[in-house]
């Protein structure tokens, strides 16, 4: 049997051998770099984690701007500085500040000042660093007029300052910017409320509280048969207090009176109202016992009306600029962790 003659198939020069096998030690070389990227990578992963954790924690969420008015940012960060020092305050009083409502209040008074701050020169209000001085200087030196030497006056404004400073952990400068922000609230309030009329029109107004239906019944039969208001409070009255007031809620104004409450204003003298529902469910009854078509205002109700004309101001200027909020749930989350994390007192 003939043999088959063998093929040769001439390879060029230069060209490897795919059957040739890489040396062992090659192998263990790339086995020793794939090892080692994995290692450097896990070992970035285990170092970014918590890095990443402090940088979305306390780096970017201080910096988050959650109101801007025209081109000015306030953020996370400003808030809670405000918050924490009005938490050191409390603190040192031996109380503890309200976190379920003060963030949002503090919150819309920062929006309500930039305003103030950006439109309070049209009303051409202003606050000297003079005027800053004499604030600071009656805050901390109230007895300020028994000092006969300016010097040592200066020297206890001084110290007390710095004393305060330290206890609300605060700088001078941005206290001066606060004391100089609660001048131009405090001018524009004026200003803008400068025609309320001292001397209004007034009602004298009582309220009587009962907790059942039952009761109802009976306090309208003896009202019906004549029974006057002040025997009515001393029988049904619930309310403690309300009955050690005998009833009276105080002479009050037209203005103060707004929704259904503004009907009580044309109440007629001696009657009671359909009673209402209060926030704890119970029932109310009010009625007016006097009227005064001239009487001069409490402070209190003035500054309310006062409070109420720069409340209106505000409002038609954000209708009229560039004034966005995003003050959220996330937000506000984050803002309790951070002072609970800060206060010095027991968990609230």
């Known amino acids: 049997m003939a043999r088959r003659p063998r093929v040769q198939i001439n390879r060029p020069r230069g060209e ?27 070992l970035l992963i285990i170092l970014g984690l918590p890095i990443w954790g402090y940088i979305t924690t306390f780096v970017l969420p201080p910096g988050k701007v959650i109101a801007r008015v025209n081109e000015e940012a306030i953020t996370q960060g400003d808030l809670l500085g405000k918050l924490q ?11 503890r500040l309200d976190l379920g409502t003060t963030p ?14 950006q439109f309070g020169p049209e009303l051409q209000i202003g606050a000297t660093q003079l005027e800053v001085d004499e604030e600071i200087k009656s805050r901390h030196v109230p ?16 110290e007390r300052l710095r004393q305060y400073l330290n206890l609300i952990q605060m700088d001078d400068a941005d206290y001066r910017t606060q004391i100089e922000t609660d001048l131009l609230r405090k001018k524009t309030i004026d200003a803008l409320g400068k025609d309320i009329p001292p001397i209004q029109p007034q009602i004298n107004l009582y309220m009587l509280t009962v907790g059942s239906e039952e009761a109802i019944e009976l306090v309208q039969q003896a009202h019906a048969q004549g029974t006057t208001f002040s025997d009515l409070i001393n029988q049904y009255e619930i309310n ?17 009176l707004s929704g259904p ?3 009580l204003f044309g109440l007629e003298l001696g009657t009671i109202t359909d009673p209402g529902r209060d926030e704890d469910g119970n029932y109310v009854f009010y009625s007016v016992l006097a009227r005064a078509d001239a009487r001069e205002l409490d402070p209190g109700h003035l500054a309310q009306l006062k409070q109420d004309v720069l409340e209106k101001w505000i409002s038609d200027i954000r209708k009229e600029q ?6 959220g749930s996330e937000e506000y989350d984050w803002l309790v962790k951070q002072l609970r994390s800060s206060s010095r007192a027991m968990p609230q």
Do not use: C, H, Y
């Not at 490897?16 to 896990?42: E, G, Y």
């Not at 949002?104 to 701050?117: A, D, G, K, T, Y």
């Not at 007031?245 to 103060?256: F, H, R, T, Y």
């Open 16 to 42: 490897s051998n795919p059957r040739r096998l890489t040396p062992r030690w090659q192998i263990d070389q790339q086995r020793q770099r794939i090892a080692i990227a994995v290692a450097a990578l896990s």
């Open 85 to 95: 020092i009005l938490q050191r305050g409390s603190e040192i009083s031996g109380q």
């Open 104 to 117: 949002f209040q503090v919150f819309e008074s920062m929006v309500q000042n930039q305003i103030i701050r």
């Open 143 to 158: 007895d300020w007029g028994d000092f006969e030497n300016e010097t040592l006056l200066q020297s206890e404004l001084t």
């Open 240 to 256: 403690e207090e309300v009955k050690s007031l005998g009833g009276q809620i105080g002479w009050v104004p037209e203005g103060l």
């Open 261 to 263: 409450a503004a009907e």
């Open 322 to 327: 560039t004034i966005e909020t995003t003050f």
